[in-house]
């Protein structure tokens, strides 16, 4: 167990409708990491938070959005959905720049 | 376009044998060789990493070899157990860019 928790663990929805993920990285842990992992792109960086602010972007769709809240837990907001986001989301928090410890993730499906 | 390129896709070795995985990259910026271990339905586990200031590093029966000139670096698994069969990352992170890039996995099947 990592000491990184996300909700909800199974995420099923249709075209077109909204969903947010949430987590919450280990106890003093600033930095929060979205990933996307899916069979054909493979586990691919979306954004960073540290300490409440935005810090890196990586491919992450514009109806994707996030947020690091004062407690340091994070949501990452899915809109318009489409078949292809369906996958699976992780978060990975970190004590410092570069060790990661990843949460047991978020499986959507969109139907 | 992958930035880390990992190979091979998926092996199968006998308990007690040696499980090998190559990883190659071109950013020169990277500096954070992680490697992670996956199993069906969890999230990838840190399993050992290494900077460019060592060639090797052990951890147990995991080893990281680290060649920068060649840009490349592997792992091995000594004296493989059936519980190390799981999905392998290689990844690798920039000092100033600490979102990781990941290699695309490779599946350890290890045989009783």
């Known amino acids: 167990d990592s000491g990184v928790t996300q909700t909800p663990k199974h995420l099923i929805t249709a075209t077109g409708q909204r969903v947010t993920l949430r987590c919450s990285p280990r106890s003093g842990d600033l930095s929060v990491y979205w990933y996307q992992q899916s069979l054909d792109q493979g586990l691919q960086f979306l954004i960073h938070?540290?300490?409440?602010?935005?810090?890196a972007k990586g491919n992450i769709l514009e109806r994707f959005s996030a947020q690091q809240f004062p407690d340091l837990h994070s949501e990452l907001n899915l809109s318009s959905l489409e078949l292809g986001d369906s996958a699976l989301y992780f978060c990975?928090?970190?004590?410092?720049?570069?060790?990661?410890?990843f949460g047991p993730g978020t499986r959507l499906t969109v139907l | 376009q992958q930035q880390v390129k990992q190979s091979p896709q998926s092996l199968i070795v006998q308990k007690g044998g040696i499980s090998i995985i190559n990883c190659a990259y071109e950013?020169?910026?990277?500096?954070?060789f992680p490697w992670y271990q996956q199993f069906p339905g969890k999230g990838p586990a840190l399993l050992i990493a290494?900077?460019?200031?060592?060639s090797e590093k052990k951890e147990g029966r995991f080893t990281i070899s680290f060649n920068k000139s060649a840009k490349q670096f592997s792992l091995h698994i000594m004296d493989s157990q059936p519980g190390d069969s799981a999905t392998y990352f290689c990844?690798?992170?920039?000092?100033?860019?600490?979102?990781?890039?990941f290699g695309a996995g490779t599946t350890v099947t290890v045989r009783a």
């Open positions: 938070y540290y300490n409440g602010e935005e810090r």
């Open positions: 950013n020169t910026a990277f500096d954070y």
């Open positions: 990975a928090s970190s004590p410092r720049t570069d060790e990661q410890f």
């Open positions: 290494i900077r460019p200031d060592v």
């Open positions: 990844a690798a992170s920039g000092a100033y860019d600490y979102k990781l890039s």
